[in-house]
């Protein structure tokens, strides 16, 4: 399983694109790329999903190289409500265990 | 919170004692998990079982333990060997993996407290 390492926070204000990028350099050929968002004394919600190159949904994009190394997510023009921890992760469609680091702590200021 | 109920929200254990939470899904889930989340901590995997019956351990599984008698039901038992508790706990679900892009979806999470 992947493991995958991420900026530890990031200060926004209202308005800016935030990108968010995770490294994953010992990805497997099956691992997808999944992100999710957490807001505080909450559980996770999935934002986002992909393979390779861009994924784009109602929340957000998904940006993933050829070499699949690195991804990164690009929220746009956050608002004060984006304010939540970014969660990276590796999921094998062959395993089953999402291993959840520290995630990013992502400020968005007025 | 996708169909997942956790109960009760929050928990208080006294010293010595076994506390278990509740975890329900409805969205015909085979696979079911439980996380601990320490303060500013990321999430920790605690078992996870994926058919009736049958469970595995996570990486801290040490003073916990689960049962999957149901495909619904996945209730996490914390014993009074976990000297430690204290924590927010998320149950989550998710399709098995290799059916698809599984994503996992969670509860919305039982805090304990020790008194």
């Known amino acids: 399983l992947a493991k995958t390492t991420q900026p530890i926070s990031m200060d926004s204000y209202e308005g800016q694109e935030v990108n968010i990028t995770c490294s994953h350099n010992?990805?497997?050929?099956?691992?997808?790329i999944t992100w999710y968002q957490q807001f505080p004394s909450q559980g996770p919600r999935f934002i986002i999903q992909g393979y390779k190159t861009k994924v784009t949904n109602e929340v957000a994009s998904l940006f993933i190289p050829a070499d699949r190394k690195s991804s990164t997510l690009s929220l746009p023009r956050v608002s004060l409500s984006d304010t939540a921890v970014y969660y990276c992760?590796?999921?094998?469609?062959?395993?089953?265990?999402?291993?959840f680091g520290g995630g990013t702590r992502v400020l968005v200021k007025p | 919170d996708g169909g997942i109920t956790q109960s009760p929200k929050y928990l208080f254990r006294k010293e010595g004692q076994n506390v278990t939470l509740s975890c329900e899904q409805n969205l015909n889930h085979d696979a079911m998990y439980w996380y601990r989340q320490d303060p500013g901590q990321g999430l920790r995997l605690i078992y996870y079982?994926?058919?009736?019956?049958?469970?595995q351990k996570g990486d801290i599984a040490e003073g916990y333990s689960v049962s999957r008698e149901k495909k619904e039901s996945f209730p996490l038992t914390v014993t009074s060997a976990q000297k430690n508790p204290t924590a927010f706990y998320l149950c989550?679900?998710?399709?098995?993996?290799?059916?698809?892009?599984?994503?996992?979806?969670f509860g919305p999470g039982t805090r304990l407290l020790v008194l």
């Open positions: 992760l590796g999921a094998s469609a062959a395993g089953n265990k999402l291993t």
């Open positions: 010992n990805i497997a050929t099956n691992d997808y």
């Open positions: 989550a679900s998710s399709t098995l993996p290799g059916q698809g892009q599984e994503t996992q979806y």
């Open positions: 079982s994926q058919i009736v019956n049958d469970f």
